[in-house]
């Protein structure tokens, strides 16, 4: 028999409203589907997923999504002049984002449950975690390098 001691945490953590900077730690895109998933985390290690459907029911672009996208993408790269992005190079970024609480009544749940959206808005480029020293990339690094396999987007004429 093994003893495991358990952790103290009382399990999920919900991200206090407020401005909050993120680093984006991954980034999953499902072609096929039009579904991406940007992975981000604070300082103190609260994770959240920002979930963008670029693709509608019927397989034709989501304006929308798309543009709220591009225009996270310019922020976390700090350059809003990019036209397409490989989404690798979101990883490693910085984006400081303002936190607040959407409770919504669950569906299917019992009467009065209740469950709480994370929103992020007012996006502004960051440089890293209050209080941290970080390495800027290169000049090479902020333009993003083409690759075939991944989505392309022109950013310009999606806010445009």
Request: hydrophobic residues 30%; proline residues 5%; aromatic residues 8%.
């Amino acid at each position: 028999m093994a003893l495991i001691t358990l952790s103290a945490s009382s399990g999920f953590t919900l991200i206090p409203e407020g401005t909050h900077i993120f680093k984006v730690t991954g980034v999953t895109y499902k072609k096929l589907y039009g579904k991406m998933e940007v992975y981000l985390e604070t300082k103190e290690g609260l994770k959240h997923t920002e979930r963008y459907s670029l693709m509608d029911k019927n397989g034709q672009d989501n304006q929308g999504a798309l543009n709220a996208f591009s225009y996270f993408a310019k922020c976390a790269l700090n350059n809003f002049d990019a036209t397409d992005i490989d989404t690798d190079d979101l990883i490693g970024r910085y984006i400081e984002c303002e936190v607040t609480h959407d409770v919504q009544p669950k569906q299917n749940g019992k009467p009065g449950e209740t469950i709480t959206f994370i929103r992020l808005g007012n996006k502004a480029p960051a440089s890293g975690f209050e209080g941290e020293e970080t390495e800027e990339p290169a000049a090479e690094d902020t333009a993003p390098a083409p690759a075939e396999d991944k989505p392309k987007y022109d950013i310009d004429s999606l806010l445009g």
